[in-house]
């Protein structure tokens, strides 16, 4: 007996609906609904008060449930509103018109990481992408090559989002560090499924959501920074959060706060963060390594009953370097993906890439196997009607 089942009962959509989705909108927590109750109660019942009586350092509170869950120290993430934000803010912190101004992107990055990197080539930014050749995999020596003297900083994908291949951010961060360049490393795909731990690994900022794995819903991202950095950076990409004494209301240049609020910026998003916790609560609750192991267990028999039913696997065979999707690459990706949510099936279609199909914590092993035997059939229906 599988003990994470017991979970399934808290989730109220896998009653009925087959959710192989949680790489794009992990499933929501039943317990949710009260965190959100929690919110509309005390705006309705403290008013402004409740600023002062938790919602001011929620960025930090509730960002110390994410800590936990990648290894980083009490009051080392702070939480923003996604990942775009969050990027803006580390990449705010580095000097672009400047000798050293190489930043290194992985060519699996997720696009909007791109279109900001991209943006900073008005201010001098050099940015140089490191090609994956089969647009699934990148070898790690295809980034180590690109980081020299000049970089600033390498943003890697702990785990693709196109092809679920999972990056060796030990090798890159030590590339980096021993040329003088800093890591930004994007957990949006690993958090809450593949063990990370941002201290053991040294990286210098990571990134990431709660929409996914997470299970904590949208409006939610997060930001971690080493602390040993902190008071040597100076992001522009901030806020009146970001000042030593916000409520001096001193107009002027900043004067930053010395722990992680110097990386903020407005109005935090609250409610979100209210529904983000029941996710992380969870996730803690049962330990990404547990969450792992399974999640190695499934994927491998995904690709056992896909190669048997003929689907082609456009994915990583490898566990190590696997996370926690399998994506099969089939004709008419997307009419499949629609047709499989009408069988009430939910997976997605991404071009270039296939169809993504992801177990989680939640999921039965019935469940994997109806959803391979549901895509070939469809498959094979498709191709029996055309030939
Ligand atoms: C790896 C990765 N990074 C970033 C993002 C985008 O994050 P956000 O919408 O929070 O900016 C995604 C979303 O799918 C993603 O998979």
Known sequence: ???????????????????????????????????????????????????????????????NLIGTIIGA????????????????????????SGPRNKLVTDGLNFPSNDYIYHGLERQGARVVSAPSSDGMTLPVETVLDLIDEQTALVSVSHVAFRSSYLQDLRAITEKAHSVGAMIVADLYQSAGTVPIDVRALNVDFATGGSVKWLCGG??????????????????????????????????????????????????????????????????????????????????????????????????????????????LDVANGKDVARELARREISVDYRPGAGIRVAPHFYTTDD??????????????????STS
Request: charged letters at 20%; proline letters at 6%; a negative charge.
């Open 367 to 384: 469940e994997v196997e109806h959803t391979v035997n549901e895509i070939a059939s469809i498959v094979h229906a498709a191709v029996t």
């Open 1 to 63: 007996m599988d003990p994470l089942l017991a979970w399934r009962d808290e989730f109220p959509i896998l009653s009925h609906t087959t959710y192989m989705i949680s790489h794009s909108l992990g499933a929501m927590p039943r317990r949710v609904e009260d965190h959100l109750r929690s919110f509309t109660t005390t705006w309705a019942t403290r008013g402004i008060r409740a600023w002062e009586e938790g919602w001011w350092d929620m960025p930090v509170t509730v960002g």
């Open 218 to 327: 949208p409006g939610a991202g997060f930001l971690y920074v080493r602390r040993d950095l902190w008071d040597t950076l100076r992001p522009s990409a901030i806020g009146w959060m970001a000042h030593e004494e916000p409520f001096a209301f001193e107009g002027g240049p900043v004067r930053y706060a010395r722990d992680a609020f110097r990386f903020l910026n407005g109005t935090p998003n609250v409610p979100a963060m209210y529904s983000a916790r029941g996710g992380y609560e969870i996730i803690n609750e049962i330990g990404v390594p547990a969450i792992r192991e399974k999640s190695v267990r499934q994927t491998q028999r995904l690709i056992a009953l896909a190669d048997d039913a003929g689907l082609r696997v456009n994915t990583p065979r490898d566990a190590a370097r696997r996370g926690g999707v399998v994506i």
């Open 73 to 96: 120290g009490e009051g080392e993430v702070v939480m923003q509103q996604n990942v775009s934000i969050c990027q803006w803010v580390v990449t705010s912190c580095f000097d672009w």
